[in-house]
């Protein structure tokens, strides 16, 4: 089992950036494929970014492609979202995940995944 602790939300004017940060501890961190989501107050949560195992291969929801980067270090057991040119409908809860394989990271359900961290949260003003 891993657990994950993400940190680095915070208040930013709109146009300004942030950088998350997930650490994880337990076994193997290098060997599951790491994901950031959100969840916006009465929204349902919902996939951002995720990255596989390597570092190689990354995605992004559409609404966030181009302005949001994610990466890990696998040295440090720790995975990055760094979110710039950040929106007023960015502000929400985000959350980092672990699970074994994309396909499951990206597409089943929440409840379903592996491990998740307890959220950050990140507000963005206009």
């Known amino acids: 089992q891993v657990q994950l602790v993400e940190s680095g939300g915070g208040l930013v004017q709109a146009g300004g950036s942030l950088r998350l940060s997930c650490a994880a501890s337990?076994?193997?961190?290098?060997?599951?494929?790491m994901g950031w989501f959100r969840q916006a107050p009465g929204n349902e949560r919902e996939f951002v970014a995720a990255i596989s195992e390597s570092g190689r291969s990354t995605y992004y929801a559409d609404s966030v492609k181009g302005r949001f980067t994610i990466s890990r270090d696998n040295g440090k057991n720790t995975v990055y979202l760094q979110m710039n040119s950040l929106k007023p409908e960015d502000t929400a809860v985000y959350y980092c995940?672990?699970?074994?394989?994309?396909?499951?990271?990206?597409?089943?359900?929440?409840?379903?995944?592996?491990?998740w961290g307890q959220g950050t949260l990140v507000t963005v003003s206009s």
């Open positions: 995940a672990a699970d074994f394989t994309m396909s499951r990271l990206r597409y089943a359900s929440p409840d379903d995944l592996h491990a």
């Open positions: 337990g076994r193997s961190f290098s060997t599951y494929v």
